[in-house]
């Protein structure tokens, strides 16, 4: 016998619906560690001197200076809360999606 379960069956069904979502976790991770890393290594740092020509309007500062000191750290702030809310929204998802798979008479 495999171990792998009938794609049919309930346990199978469930174990398809926790891959799913973890995939889309997963990707939303690598979205955000993306924008992050773009942000603080990017901004901050690779193309600070390029973006140094334009200023932060009225302030005056440079503005790869500003994401090297202030918006590198704005935008994590920010993934983290995009990151939190969208997977909110995810669990609240998928939380329905096992409760149908268990009315069904699904696997506990």
Not at 7 to 26: D, V
Request: charge should be positive.
């Amino acid at each position: 016998m495999s171990d792998t379960p009938d794609p049919l069956s309930s346990r199978g069904r469930r174990q398809a619906l926790l891959r799913a979502y973890w995939h889309k976790n997963l990707l939303l991770m690598g979205g955000c560690l993306t924008l992050w890393a773009l942000a603080g290594l990017g901004c901050g740092v690779l193309w600070a001197n390029w973006l140094n020509q334009w200023n932060l309007p009225g302030t005056g500062y440079p503005l790869g200076f500003w994401f090297a000191h202030q918006g590198a750290i704005i935008v994590f702030v920010l993934t983290i809360l995009f990151y939190a809310l969208v997977m909110n929204r995810l669990d609240k998802k998928h939380e329905v999606e096992l409760a149908r798979l268990l009315s069904e008479g699904g696997p506990q």
